[in-house]
């Protein structure tokens, strides 16, 4: 009984991917034979930049935005940790800089 079930559910499948393509297909050959210059309400993809993807299907509009995150910073007045793909960086925040002639004398703090 199983198979039957399966079966039904890949032909429901490609009906309704056929179906959509159809629609979209009578919908643009109708919209440019009335000279209208819009875009197919039943199902449209478009790639915007910045990583924006823009989708229509049967009049609902969605859209999507890409984001990387490509690690985490945190920064208090001890240290600044920075993770990056499980690595774990660490930097305190009072810095000494000298010179090797002189005696160290100038310090200064990163979060300021």
Do not use: H, W
């Amino acid at each position: 009984m199983e198979m039957y079930i399966e079966d039904l559910i890949a032909l429901f499948l490609i009906f309704a991917v056929v179906l959509c393509l159809g629609l979209r297909a009578t919908e643009q050959g109708v919209n440019y034979m009335m000279g209208l210059d819009v875009d197919p309400l039943t199902f449209d993809m478009k790639v915007l930049p910045e990583g924006n993807y823009y989708f229509c299907v049967l009049g609902q509009r969605f859209s999507f935005k890409k984001i990387l995150e490509l690690g985490e910073f945190y920064a208090d007045r001890r240290r600044i940790d920075i993770r990056i793909a499980s690595f774990d960086i660490s930097v305190p925040t009072m810095v000494q800089l000298y010179t090797p002639s002189k005696p160290p004398r100038l310090r200064f703090f990163l979060d300021k």
